[in-house]
């Protein structure tokens, strides 16, 4: 049994924890100044399972899985950040484990499983040398083991100690010599150092030799009317037409300010009514959508009911109407006040609220269960999420509100000075589209002073700690362009600026 258990391959996994050890001392310690080169180590880690698992390999889920973690990994190369992180350690979590499950079932069991993968994954090298020290004692036939060593090597070398010290004091040779045995001076960075390869060593091993939970809390699914007070089939009809008419009068009144064919009350300007409304119209949705999932449950009265489907259909397209417009809303203040990073974000999620939206009414048409609506939303927010991580938001912002500044198309927000340079290198490739086209007069000379403090600042991220692929690239492509003069921003200041979200 112990046979089976540890196989053949423990050499080979004990040999890649070390090449993982190794490869993390150079990746963090000696070449510590190169921030995107963490990469290296995530893909190391993705080749030793593949090489230590052949589990792994026969399983068609594991390989995408691990496939995807490659991803991840180079992601975290060309422009490193908190969720191709995030995301490589989800997706090699779940390439070590999908192994061990006979199918994949749902997210909320693979929420229990990662987070059990990764809390044993702590005292893993411990449970196993504790195990093959039980191995090796019942293998071990020989007169000496440690326990029998202990004692029949105390009397020699404490004696052998007693008479140095007497002969030392005799001779004064021996002293001498004594005296001159000196411990090396201890170096106090090698305690981090040692703590650094503990913890490639957990990471590692937690990796190749895996231990899932043997048990997992119940499923999420369920069936039939739910049981609480004031969730009846009449109530939840009549909840349904009152919604509707509810959400009628919101999405008309938006179609008539929006558009333009009525007038906003005096003070309210359309930037305000814009930016006020698009995240309670999130929020709305989101608690309609938990309530449709809740109350039309597979086998309840209520998914059974014709009236009551033709009902919720109707209101989820009306919450759709109202992510569209949260979505038009916010893009109306992006005209107002130009693009950030966070507009960005919350115009993806905007999406993904669709999205999640439409998979609600295709679980109560289709009859599928809270695990396939779960798997599904998962699988949405995974793929936007997977081409984010290989995105700049900010350089995509800082592109779309040079293009677009009023001073440049005659159209749009003016051109935001301060949030270009706030956004340092991301804002290069806007700047070198710029610099690159006729801006007017008046902004040439701020645009080119931007243009240089980014080429300056990319060049010190790159020098002095945060090289990446992606940084190395664009300021080669900007430095083809030709290197920019540094200056003032002409009477621009920054010093107090604070941005509207």
């Not at 997210?107 to 040398?129: E, N, S, T, V, Y």
């Not at 309530?291 to 086998?299: D, H, L, Y």
Request: charged share 15%.
């Amino acid at each position: 049994m112990m046979k089976r258990r540890w196989g053949g391959s423990l050499l080979l996994k004990l040999a890649l924890a070390a090449l993982l050890v190794l490869l993390g001392d150079v990746v963090f310690w000696q070449w510590q100044q190169a921030l995107g080169v963490q990469g290296l180590f995530m893909l190391g880690l993705s080749a030793a399972l593949l090489a230590a698992r052949p589990a792994v390999r026969k399983d068609r889920r594991a390989l995408v899985a691990l496939g995807l973690s490659a991803i991840y990994a180079v992601a975290q190369m060309w422009d490193p950040s908190p969720l191709a992180f995030a995301l490589f350690w989800i997706a090699i979590g779940m390439a070590t484990l999908l192994p061990a499950t006979a199918r994949f079932d749902d997210g909320w069991h693979w929420l229990q499983r990662l987070l059990a993968h990764g809390f044993k994954a702590l005292f893993g090298p411990l449970i196993d040398l504790i195990i093959l020290g039980k191995v090796r004692r019942k293998r071990t036939t020989g007169p000496l083991g440690l326990r029998r060593a202990v004692p029949l090597l105390a009397l020699p070398l404490a004696g052998g100690a007693v008479f140095v010290a007497l002969f030392a004091q005799a001779n004064p040779v021996i002293a001498a010599l004594i005296e001159r045995l000196q411990l090396p001076a201890f170096d106090w960075t090698l305690l981090p150092r040692m703590l650094l390869w503990g913890l490639f060593a957990l990471l590692g091993w937690g990796v190749l030799r895996p231990r899932p939970p043997r048990r997992l809390l119940g499923t999420l699914d369920a069936t039939g009317d739910l049981q609480l007070p004031g969730f009846s089939l009449a109530s939840i009809t009549l909840s349904l037409i009152l919604f509707n008419a509810l959400f009628a009068v919101q999405n008309l009144m938006d179609l008539a300010y929006l558009s333009g064919s009525l007038q906003l009350p005096q003070g309210i300007t359309l930037a305000d009514y814009a930016h006020r409304g698009a995240y309670p119209l999130v929020a709305t949705a989101l608690l309609a959508a938990l309530f449709v999932a809740v109350t039309s449950r597979p086998g309840s009265s209520a998914a059974a009911s014709p009236t009551v489907r033709r009902l919720i259909a109707a209101w989820i397209a009306q919450n759709v109407i109202l992510v569209i417009s949260a979505a038009v809303r916010t893009w109306d203040y992006v005209e107002a006040y130009s693009l950030t990073e966070l507009r960005i974000s919350a115009l993806l999620w905007m999406a993904l609220v669709a999205v999640g939206l439409v998979l609600v009414l295709a679980r109560m048409l289709r009859a599928k269960s809270l695990s396939w609506l779960i798997n599904a939303n998962l699988a949405s927010a995974g793929l936007l999420l997977t081409v984010v991580s290989f995105v700049d938001l900010g350089a995509v912002a800082a592109s779309w509100n040079v293009r677009h500044a009023r001073e440049i198309d005659g159209d749009g927000a003016q051109l935001d000075l301060c949030y270009l340079s706030r956004l340092g290198s991301s804002a290069l490739p806007a700047l070198d589209l710029a610099a690159t086209g006729n801006p007017p007069p008046a902004l040439k000379g701020s645009l080119e002073a931007l243009r240089a403090h980014a080429q300056s600042r990319i060049a010190d991220e790159l020098k002095y700690g945060q090289w990446t692929l992606g940084g190395q690239r664009r300021l080669a492509v900007s430095l083809e362009i030709g290197a920019a003069k540094p200056g003032p921003f002409d009477g621009v200041s920054c010093d107090d600026y604070a941005l509207r979200d």
